[in-house]
Nanobody, 123 residues
Framework: QVQLVESGGGSVQPGGSLRLSCATS????????MGWFRQAPGKEREGVAS??????TYAESVQGRFTISRDSAKNTLYLQMNNLKPEDTAMYYC??????????????????WGQGIQVTVSS
C-alpha cells in the first residue's frame, strides 16, 4: 500500500521560507516520478514542481523561488519554498506515479496522493 505523508506547512510572512517534506512508503521510490501540487480555495489544482531520477520541472509562477529535491536513502521528497508570496497560499499535495521520462505538472499523470498540508502566506 502506497502512502504519502506531507509535513512542514504553516504560516509565514511574505518573503519568508518554508520547506515541505513528503515521506513515502510502499513504492519503488528511486524510480518513482514525484510531484508537488497546490490548490487554493475556489481554484483548480495546479502543478508546482515535479522530479524524476534526473530531471525537474517547475511551474513558471515558482521558477527561481521553489526547489524540488529527493532523498532516496530516506524515501522523502522535499519542496524548498523561498521568497513566498500571498498568492502561494494554498493546500499543498505530494503526488507519485511510476517512472516517467519527463516530469509532468499534470495531475492526471499521478496516481498516488498525500492528504495535503496548508501553507499560508500573510502579513
Amino acid at each position: 500500500q502506497v502512502q504519502l505523508v506531507e509535513s512542514g506547512g504553516g504560516s509565514v510572512q511574505p518573503g519568508g521560507s518554508l520547506r515541505l517534506s513528503c515521506a513515502t512508503s510502499g513504492l519503488t521510490y528511486s524510480r518513482a516520478c514525484m510531484g508537488w501540487f497546490r490548490q487554493a480555495p475556489g481554484k483548480e489544482r495546479e502543478g508546482v514542481a515535479s522530479i524524476n531520477s534526473i530531471r525537474t520541472t517547475y511551474a513558471e509562477s515558482v521558477q527561481g523561488r521553489f526547489t524540488i529535491s529527493r532523498d532516496s536513502a530516506k524515501n522523502t521528497l522535499y519542496l524548498q519554498m523561498n521568497n513566498l508570496k500571498p498568492e502561494d497560499t494554498a493546500m499543498y499535495y505530494c503526488a507519485a506515479t511510476g517512472s516517467c521520462w519527463i516530469p509532468s505538472l499534470s495531475a492526471a499523470v499521478f496516481g498516488y496522493w498525500g492528504q495535503g498540508i496548508q501553507v499560508t502566506v500573510s502579513s
